[in-house]
Every structure is written in structure tokens, then in C-alpha cells.
């Protein structure tokens, strides 16, 4: 089993920028992709962000050159640097990790951006 544990969220003005984390626990091995997934009110979850084993980081058109993912794994953490918000980034972010037959999820972190 792997536990993840999201931070990081809050309320940010338009412009502004946060940083997610996501702190994995529990038996973390032959994970082949890290991700971090949104889900606005009112509209799907959607990917934002991911590490693939063997891949450069993949990332949603709308946050192209505005978030970057990120690990530390000495500390077993994923991040999301998310600069230059805009209201329309308003949603729960949800860190999520991938192994064969087995999908994780965190329980998300509120991101509010103001207009």
C-alpha cells in the first residue's frame, strides 16, 4: 500500500503562485508515474502534471510554462510549483502514483485564486 498526503493549498489572488507537495508513505516501489490531477466543481478530474518512467514530465495545455513538476526522493515527495494562477485554477489537487495493477490517490488540497 502506498499513502499519500497532499499540502500546500490555500487562497492565492490572481497572479500569484503556490507550491503543492505530496508526501508518500507505505511500500513505495516500481512506481512508474507520479501525477498531480485537479477536479474543479462541477467538471471531471483532469491530469495537470505527471512523471513517467522513461518520459520527460507531461503537462495540461493550461498550465504549460506556468506549473512544473517535481521530486524529492530522498524525501519521498512530489511537488507542484504553480506560478502565474489564474481563477480558472480554482480546484482540488490531487497527487496520484501508479504502479502495475494498483492506483493511489492522496485526498486532495483546496486551491482557491481570487480574481
Known amino acids: 500500500q502506498v499513502q499519500l498526503v497532499e499540502s500546500g493549498g490555500g487562497l492565492v489572488q490572481a497572479g500569484g503562485s503556490l507550491r503543492l507537495s505530496c508526501a508518500a508513505s507505505?511500500?513505495?516501489?516500481?512506481?512508474?508515474?507520479r501525477a498531480w490531477y485537479r477536479q474543479a466543481p462541477g467538471k471531471q478530474r483532469e491530469l495537470v502534471a505527471a512523471?513517467?518512467?522513461?518520459?520527460?514530465?507531461d503537462y495540461a495545455d493550461s498550465v504549460k510554462g506556468r506549473f512544473t513538476i517535481s521530486g524529492d526522493n530522498a524525501k519521498n515527495t512530489l511537488y507542484l510549483q504553480m506560478n502565474s494562477l489564474k481563477p480558472e485554477d480554482t480546484a482540488i489537487y490531487y497527487c496520484?502514483?501508479?504502479?502495475?495493477?494498483?492506483?493511489?490517490w492522496g485526498r486532495g488540497t483546496q486551491v482557491t485564486v481570487s480574481s
Open positions: 496520484n502514483y501508479l504502479r502495475s495493477g494498483e492506483n493511489y
Open positions: 512523471f513517467t518512467i522513461g518520459s520527460l514530465p
Open positions: 507505505g511500500t513505495i516501489f516500481r512506481i512508474y508515474r
